[in-house]
Structures are given as C-alpha cells and as structure tokens.
C-alpha cells in the first residue's frame, strides 16, 4: 500500500526557508516520477516540482531558483527545500508520485495517492 507522509511545515517570515520531507512507503522513489504540489485557499492545486525516476528535478516558473526538490534513496524519502519564501507560497504542501511512469510529463491527475499535507504560511 502506498503512503505518502508530508511534513517539515510551518510559519515564517518573508525571505526565510523551510525545508519539508515527504517520507514515501510501498513504492519505490527510483523507480517512478513524484512530485511537491500545493494548493492555497480558494485556488487550485498546482505542481511544485517534480524528480523523475533518474532523479532529474523540473520546478515550475514560481518557484524556479528557489526550491529544490531533493532525494534520499536510503530512505525513500523526498525533500523540498524553499528558499527565499515569499507570501504567495502560503499553501498546504503534498507530495504525490504518478505509479504507472518513471518520467513527469503526465497530469496532476495520474499522481496520487496524497498524504494529509503540510502546511507553509508566509507572513509578509
């Protein structure tokens, strides 16, 4: 059974850095794509970043040069490090790996399953 457990949330200030972990059982991390994602109040969830199977890293343009997405295969376990923060990256943040490919060119639908999500406040 595949589980996803977010954390390493919280709240900081504007320019400060959080770094969350995303602990990922019943699945393997080399072997498929996963990726961070994020929704905020009233919007809806977008795609953070994601690490192919060969551990190649894409982010989107909001967060490109300040986050990355990094692995510890030992641990199967993926992280994000944000740096840089800014109040626009307030958001519940998950993790979710799309089972059925190892690269990240399919839709935020064929991820799942999702962890309960941790959650990032930026104060301005």
């Known amino acids: 059974q595949v589980q996803m457990v977010e954390s390493g949330g919280g709240s900081v200030q504007a320019g400060g850095s959080l770094r969350l972990s995303c602990a990922a059982s019943?699945?393997?991390?080399?072997?498929?794509?996963t990726g961070w994602f994020r929704q905020a109040p009233g919007k809806e969830r977008e795609r953070v970043g994601d690490?192919?199977?060969?551990?190649?890293?894409s982010y989107a343009d909001s967060v490109k040069g300040r986050f990355t997405i990094s692995r510890d295969l030992a641990k199967n376990t993926l992280y994000l490090q944000m740096n840089n923060l800014k109040f626009e990256d307030t958001a519940m943040y998950y993790c979710?790996?799309?089972?059925?490919?190892?690269?990240?060119?399919?839709?935020?639908?064929?991820?799942?399953?999702w962890g309960q999500g941790t959650q990032v406040t930026v104060s301005s």
């Open positions: 690490i192919r199977f060969d551990g190649l890293a």
């Open positions: 019943g699945y393997t991390l080399s072997d498929h794509c």
């Open positions: 979710a790996a799309d089972l059925a490919r190892g690269h990240c060119y399919r839709g935020d639908a064929n991820f799942g399953p």
